[in-house]
């Protein structure tokens, strides 16, 4: 079955995930443009194939038998690109977080320091919502442009998004791009923040290690890395993944971990905090199957 666009079918998700985890995708597609995106999703869809979009892979557990359906990725120039209006800038989907940054930074726009240290894509960050404790990406958005799965680009405001913690209503659609809303300050300024920002999670999260990022979503009013740390989780291993001993909300590949080997700590996890607390953690990483 040929695809309408480039296509590899020998693509590891490994290759593509933080964890540095999961087996092979049955589809990897990398689309030119937003003309070759849309001819996809109609094949996928006259195909009846899943589709699912991969930014920088960092909150994605993928299991180790691969994936059936199209993974796509959006990393052609169409979905890098920034540019910027007074003080707002319209970033494509495959962004990085890292080169919006930079980029802010350059410019001497300022608002984006906090999300310094996560590693997803923009289109990533708006649809899961991503950020720190008190602020998050859906605070900057003024508008977003998606596409659904019949291939049809709509505007959408924030109001429209139901932003709330780590988590948006774009669900049967992908981000293409968003204008977000900065404000103009001096570039010291912006480097002191983004420094402060870097060093605070340095200090409660380590550096340096292969992970997804926290695993579960904070219960309202608590944090699951006291939940899971009060459980005297830290340094559990199964396998090669461990549950970090800086912060007991990240599980590690320490080496050679599989998705079997996360997916039994994030049931040894859930098991323990519901035993001790009562409380159901949900997981803020997506598990592909
Ligand atoms: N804590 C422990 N033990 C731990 C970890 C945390 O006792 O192992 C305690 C801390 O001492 C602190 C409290 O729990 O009193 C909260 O910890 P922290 O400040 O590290 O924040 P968090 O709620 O665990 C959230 C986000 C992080 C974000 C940080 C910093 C979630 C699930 N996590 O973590 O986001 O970096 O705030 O703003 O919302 C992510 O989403 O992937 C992520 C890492």
Not at 19 to 27: E, V
Not at 70 to 81: D, I, K, P, R
Not at 184 to 202: E, F, P, V
Request: aromatic residues 6%; charged residues 20%.
């Amino acid at each position: 079955m040929n695809l309408p666009v480039k296509y590899r079918r020998t693509e590891l998700l490994s290759k593509h995930t933080t964890f540095q985890i999961g087996g092979l995708a049955q589809y990897w597609a990398e689309p030119k443009d937003v003309a070759q995106l849309a001819r996809l999703f109609s094949w996928c869809k006259k195909n009846k194939k899943r589709v699912r979009v991969i930014g920088a892979g960092s909150n994605i557990l993928a299991v180790d038998q691969g994936v059936c359906g199209v993974v796509v990725c959006l990393n052609s120039s169409s979905f890098t690109a920034i540019s910027k209006v007074g003080r707002f800038c319209l970033v494509g989907a495959g962004v990085l977080l890292p080169a919006l940054i930079s980029y802010c930074t350059q410019q001497g726009l300022s608002g984006a320091e906090f999300l310094c240290g996560i590693p997803g894509t923009l289109g990533g960050a708006i649809a899961g919502n991503a950020g720190t404790k008190d602020k998050s990406i859906g605070d900057l958005v003024e508008f977003v442009i998606v596409m659904d799965y019949n291939g049809n680009i709509r505007k959408q405001s924030a109001a429209d998004l139901d932003f709330t913690y780590r988590n948006s209503n774009l669900k049967n659609c992908v981000v293409l791009q968003a204008c977000l809303k900065l404000v103009k300050k001096d570039k010291t300024i912006i480097r002191a923040n983004i420094a402060r920002y870097a060093l605070a999670r340095r200090m409660s999260q380590g550096k340096g290690w292969l992970s997804a990022g926290c695993c579960f979503k904070n219960p309202s009013g608590d944090s699951a890395g006291r939940l899971i740390d009060a459980c005297g989780l830290k340094g559990s291993r199964r396998g090669q993944a461990i549950i970090s001993n800086s912060h007991a909300n990240f599980i590690l590949n320490d080496g050679r971990a599989t998705a079997s080997d996360v997916l039994a700590l994030i049931r040894r996890i859930k098991r323990s905090v519901k035993k001790r607390f009562g409380i159901s953690l949900e997981l803020e990483i997506k598990i592909w199957r």
